[in-house]
T-cell receptor
Framework: ETGVTQTPRHLVMGMTNKKSLKCEQHLGHNAMYWYKQSAKKPLELMFVYNFKEQTENNSVPSRFSPECPNSSHLFLHLHTLQPEDSALYLC??????????????FGPGTRLLVL | AQSVAQPEDQVNVAEGNPLTVKCTYSVSGNPYLFWYVQYPNRGLQFLLKYITGDNLVKGSYGFEAEFNKSQTSFHLKKPSALVSDSALYFCAVRDPISSGSARQLTFGSGTQLTVLP
């Protein structure tokens, strides 16, 4: 609906598992973002990529590892997560990170549950 | 540092009545302001934004928002609410003169709007 797709939509994993979240944008944008959304809390920006280069890492634990092979695809690799990492993970894209007026467009999110 | 506050966790309004979802902000310069809506099990959808110019901004689905610099507010409004407007609404701010991580969008904690039939 917004040109940003995310898979899987739901994921249940144990603390010792390794999994990856995938995001793809079909909007021709150059910047992509990972956000974490927890209940009753503001969205937390995790990572920003601009022209495939990581430009922001907001003190995210190393158990989250992003990868951006090209401007259309963004991954979030997960390993040895904790139950408190359970949340909705949202991907977004915008034309260019450095253009302040630019609107970010969001995917539907991946609902993650860590057991 | 920039910040945004949505003082109401929950807003209830009867269908057909006007609705207001409140947002106040704090930035060092002139703000860029955004409203997003999130329906259940969906991502955030862009509604409208204020960059410059007319203080009254019109957006999707009949929503509008008024930028008030003196009150540092950007309240979301709709003249006549629909049951289908029930969703979670987020206000966001960006300070265009900041650098680094401060240039990113800062979101409020969200306001759950329920429109009662």
């Amino acid at each position: 609906e917004t040109g940003v797709t995310q898979t899987p939509r739901h994921l249940v994993m144990g603390m010792t598992n390794k999994k990856s979240l995938k995001c793809e944008q079909h909007l021709g944008h150059n910047a992509m973002y990972w956000y974490k959304q927890s209940a009753k809390k503001p969205l937390e920006l995790m990572f920003v990529y601009n022209f495939k280069e990581q430009t922001e890492n907001n003190s995210v634990p190393s158990r989250f590892s992003p990868e951006c092979p090209n401007s259309s695809h963004l991954f979030l690799h997960l390993h040895t997560l904790q139950p408190e990492d359970s949340a909705l993970y949202l991907c977004a894209s915008s034309q260019d990170r450095d253009t302040s007026q630019e609107t970010q467009y969001f995917g539907p999110g991946t609902r993650l549950l860590v057991l | 540092a920039q910040s945004v506050a949505q003082p109401e966790d929950q807003v209830n309004v009867a269908e057909g009545n006007p609705l207001t979802v409140k947002c106040t902000y704090s930035v060092s310069g002139n703000p860029y302001l955004f409203w997003y809506v999130q329906y259940p099990n969906r991502g955030l959808q862009f509604l409208l934004k204020y960059i410059t110019g007319d203080n009254l901004v019109k957006g999707s689905y009949g929503f509008e928002a008024e930028f008030n610099k003196s009150q540092t507010s950007f309240h979301l409004k709709k003249p006549s609410a629909l049951v289908s407007d029930s969703a979670l609404y987020f206000c966001a701010v960006r300070d265009p003169i900041s650098s680094g991580s401060a240039r990113q969008l800062t979101f409020g904690s969200g306001t759950q709007l329920t429109v009662l039939p």
